[in-house]
T-cell receptor, first 117, second 113 residues
Framework: AQKVTQAQTEISVVEKEDVTLDCVYE???????LFWYKQPPSGELVFLIR??????QNEISGRYSWNFQKSTSSFNFTITASQVVDSAVYFC??????????????FGQGTILTVHP | DADVTQTPRNRITKTGKRIMLECSQT?????MYWYRQDPGLGLRLIYY???????NKGEISDGYSVSRQAQAKFSLSLESAIPNQTALYFC????????????FGPGTRLLVL
């Protein structure tokens, strides 16, 4: 069985603060994919990033960065210099690359991020 | 135009009614999925289809059925709606060439009275 845990239910920050969203996962598979999605107040789900299990290189995209550590089964997401438009629910998700759960996403419960002006 | 569309976007229905939610995609992906989102529970998989002839139950399929009419169309039906099926429903698509990245439609808000 696979599981994704986002322990932070809600985070509130003031604009320009840095914020890190935590994600811890469990899987027995050796090959898998990790994802982050953003759900703004309008409700749609926006794909942010995919990371393969065999690629532990961290990634930076503008103000967003992701830290993947297999040793701790974590895939954390940091927003630098947060902005009001970053206010959203953020979901971490896991998909195994093989076995009976191949291709199916398991989502964490989501973290509600509120950025105050 | 959006790659993944869902109709209707909002729906109010009464207990016991049959309703259908429709999903269409222009991404050319083989795989399609239906999820529901409830507050505090994230998204849970209802049904998925890896091609037109392949339909599989997800973790919460009871009370739902699906039809894959074509590669681009995947419909979700509630045979006899009940209030605890009130939720936000998402359709998604993926392709093996994208490392199983799923792309989501805009969602359908369903209220069962």
């Amino acid at each position: 069985a696979q599981k994704v845990t986002q322990a932070q239910t809600e985070i509130s920050v003031v604009e320009k603060e840095d914020v890190t969203l935590d994600c811890v996962y469990e899987t027995r598979d050796t090959t898998y994919y990790l994802f982050w999605y953003k759900q703004p107040p309008s409700g749609e789900l926006v794909f942010l990033i995919r990371r393969n299990s065999f690629d532990e290189q961290n990634e930076i995209s503008g103000r967003y960065s992701w830290n993947f550590q297999k040793s701790t089964s974590s895939f954390n997401f940091t927003i630098t210099a947060s902005q009001v438009v970053d206010s959203a629910v953020y979901f971490c998700a896991l998909a195994n690359a093989g076995g009976t759960s191949y291709g199916k996403l398991t989502f964490g419960q989501g973290t509600i991020l509120t950025v105050h002006p | 135009d959006a790659d993944v569309t869902q109709t209707p976007r909002n729906r109010i229905t009464k207990t016991g009614k049959r309703i259908m939610l429709e999903c269409s995609q222009t991404k050319g992906h083989d795989r399609m999925y239906w999820y529901r989102q409830d507050p505090g529970l994230g998204l849970r998989l209802i049904y998925y289809s890896f091609d037109v002839k392949d339909i599989n139950k997800g973790e919460i399929s009871d009370g739902y059925s699906v039809s894959r009419q074509a590669q681009a169309k995947f419909s979700l039906s509630l045979e006899s709606a009940i209030p605890n099926q009130t939720a936000l429903y998402f359709c998604a698509t993926s392709d093996t060439g994208t490392g199983e990245t799923q792309y989501f439609g805009p969602g359908t808000r369903l209220l069962v009275l």
